[in-house]
Structures are given as structure tokens and as C-alpha cells.
């Protein structure tokens, strides 16, 4: 069975980590604007050297390049579609619910995880990930076993993002409530919101969404 969800949270809610879960065990496909956009920031794109700046800030890039890079890859098709970081305004909801009528897909469920600012803060200003396989990493909850090497591929190419760092977290956090926070309210009156507790222990909070995807 094709199942496509979108995973909802603020910044540091642990959206990647289980995306990357649902990747493994059940073959989906994440589609993560954040790191697409990060792709064409590396790769020197027009478009990246345009957004990296707005990035770096914490705002947010226009609809108009997040939908078209999401519209891209749901042509290319997959086995259900993880959307990590995208919707993030309510323009970006109604293209999303059109382009995926159009491919004659549905939306299967929205997990919103929830967790409270502190921890976020605590969340990202302790992270970084390994370069290689994206395995995500914090200097207190979750170190390397060896300086400077990640455990699961052993690469050396360990890295933090330009914007976990306070400030354009404050930006990002704010950019969440006054821009993105309003989908929760759009997808329960749509009937497919799930709460889950972002806090748990990352198998509970995987446990949890496995229950909301049935
Ligand atoms: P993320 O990796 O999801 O935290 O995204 C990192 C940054 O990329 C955000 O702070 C925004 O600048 C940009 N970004 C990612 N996804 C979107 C989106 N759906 N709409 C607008 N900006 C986005």
C-alpha cells in the first residue's frame, strides 16, 4: 500500500530523524525542501546562491521555488512520499493538495510532533550531522563514539548547518508559529491530523507514528 504523509513540526522536532526511519523500514521517499535547498546551495545552483542568504537568515524562500522543486519529484513517482519540511505555509498546503490531485494521489495522513521551545532550543544548538549518510548527531544526547568520525559510514565529514546557531533559530522558530503553526488548524479541519509526543524516545516517537499510519 502507497501511503503519502507529511511530518509537521517546528525546527528541531525530530522531523529528519524520522523521516529517515520511515526511509529505511518501509522504502518511502523524503522529500525534504531543506535539503534540497541546502543541494543547491553545495552545488553552486542560480537558485541556491539566491536562497542561501534567506537560509542563513532563517526566513523562509518563496512558494514559488519550494513548489516547483516539490513538483519535480512527485513527477518522478516512489512508494508513498515522506514531506519533511513542506507544506510550511498555507499556500504551500493548497499546491501541494492540488498537485497531488493532479498525479491522482492523496494525502494520507499529517503527524504533527509536538515539543516545547526549550528543547528545541537545546535540540539545535547541539546538532550536527555526518556530511556522508546524514545520520544526525548532538554534542550531549548523542556524540560520536570517536571524535570527528561517524559511527554508522566512519566518515570524517561531520557538519553543522549555517542556521542552528541562536539567532536564526530565534528567526526560524518565528517563521514557524506566525507562518507554518496555521496548518495544524487546516489539516484538522481536513480530518487527517495526528498529534504524536516529539519528546519521547526517538523508537516511541516512531512507535506512535506507526500507529497513526495503521
Ligand atoms: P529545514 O531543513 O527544513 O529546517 O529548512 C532549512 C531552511 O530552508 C528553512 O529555514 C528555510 O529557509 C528553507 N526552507 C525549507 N523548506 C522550506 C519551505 N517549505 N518553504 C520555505 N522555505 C523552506
Redesign the pocket.
Same mark, same amino acid.
Given at each position: 500500500m502507497t501511503i503519502n504523509i507529511i511530518l509537521l513540526g517546528p525546527?528541531g522536532a525530530g522531523k529528519g530523524t524520522q523521516a529517515r526511519k520511515l526511509v529505511e523500514e518501509r522504502g518511502m521517499v523524503q522529500l525534504?525542501? +531543506?535539503?534540497m535547498?541546502r543541494a543547491a546551495k553545495d552545488s553552486g545552483t542560480e537558485m541556491g546562491n539566491k536562497v542561501a542568504e534567506?537560509?542563513a537568515r +532563517?526566513?523562509?524562500?518563496t512558494?514559488e521555488i519550494?513548489i516547483g522543486l516539490i513538483r519535480e519529484k512527485l513527477a518522478e513517482g516512489g512508494k508513498g512520499f515522506i514531506f519533511? +519540511?513542506?507544506? !510550511?505555509?498555507l499556500g504551500?498546503a493548497d499546491a501541494l493538495g492540488e498537485l497531488l490531485n493532479e498525479t491522482g494521489q492523496v494525502l494520507d495522513a499529517v503527524i504533527e510532533m509536538r515539543v516545547d521551545d526549550e528543547a528545541l532550543v537545546r535540540r539545535i544548538t547541539g546538532r550536527f550531522t555526518c556530511g556522508n549518510c546524514g545520520e544526525v548527531y548532538h554534542d550531549e544526547t548523542k556524540p560520536t563514539a570517536k571524535p570527528g568520525v561517524c559511527d554508522v559510514c566512519g566518515s570524517t565529514d561531520l557538519k553543522r548547518r549555517a542556521?542552528d546557531n541562536e539567532e536564526s533559530l530565534r528567526t !526560524?522558530l518565528l517563521e514557524y508559529y506566525k507562518k507554518t503553526s496555521p496548518l495544524i488548524g487546516y489539516y484538522y479541519a481536513k480530518g487527517n491530523l495526528t498529534p504524536v509526543n516529539g519528546l519521547a524516545e526517538i523508537d516511541e516517537v516512531s512507535r506512535q507514528i506507526a500507529e497513526a499510519l495503521g
Open positions: 525546527p525534504s525542501t +531543506g535539503d535547498l534567506v537560509m +532563517g526566513e523562509l524562500v512558494d519550494v519533511d +519540511g513542506f507544506p !510550511r505555509t504551500q542556521d !526560524r
